[in-house]
């Protein structure tokens, strides 16, 4: 028998070049394609409008509703004379907006924060100077500043002169995705 072989040498070539050649699969079918573009569109566009929405950063304190006498006028004002701790001193400037609650079933009034006293007061010295009594010295539980907020309202709020309030006062704004745990360090804040 001669050594001659089956398959002719082209053939075996070409049969190996195939073989080393990687087989390609078709992984995308067009319709899902167009489908996953438009799922990562609307998720960026979602991302984006809520990265824009904004919403307000306050603070709570509470205080007493003082009438006070308005210099070189005959008429009073009414105040709100709130007490923060200290540590919320950086966040307190003058022409804040505030929202003042009065009383035990609350009375809504906007404010402004018409003067921020950067000198600690001690409980006792805060009783005294407010003529605090009852439970409205149980506020004053540490040092504290006071703020003076000015209540725009009808002339009828005088008759709370005296009550406790309770008032929320706007430091600024943060984006909403800031308020879900994690993106605080992602924002950068």
Not at 112 to 136: C, K, W, Y
Request: hydrophobic share 45%.
């Amino acid at each position: 028998m001669s050594e001659r072989p089956v398959f002719r040498e082209s053939a075996l070539e070409r049969y190996q070049q195939r073989n080393e050649q990687g087989i390609l699969l078709r992984v995308s079918y067009p319709p899902a394609l167009i489908f996953f573009w438009i799922f990562l569109l609307i998720l960026f566009g979602v991302g984006g409008f809520a990265f824009s929405i904004q919403v307000p950063v306050v603070i709570q304190g509470q205080g007493v509703v003082i009438v006070q006498k308005v210099a070189g006028q005959s008429r009073a004002a009414v105040v709100a004379e709130l007490f923060f701790s200290p540590d919320q001193l950086t966040h307190l400037h003058t022409g804040q907006s505030a929202v003042v609650n009065i009383g035990s079933s609350p009375i809504n009034v906007s404010g402004i924060v018409e003067h921020v006293d950067t000198n600690l007061m001690s409980p006792d010295e805060a009783r005294s100077r407010f003529n605090l009594q009852g439970g409205l010295a149980q506020v004053i539980i540490g040092p504290s500043i006071t703020v003076t907020l000015s209540i725009r309202s009808a002339a009828s709020i005088q008759v709370y002169a005296g009550s406790l309030c309770n008032a929320q006062i706007q430091t600024g704004s943060q984006s909403v995705l800031s308020l879900l745990p994690g993106f605080n360090q992602f924002l950068g804040k």
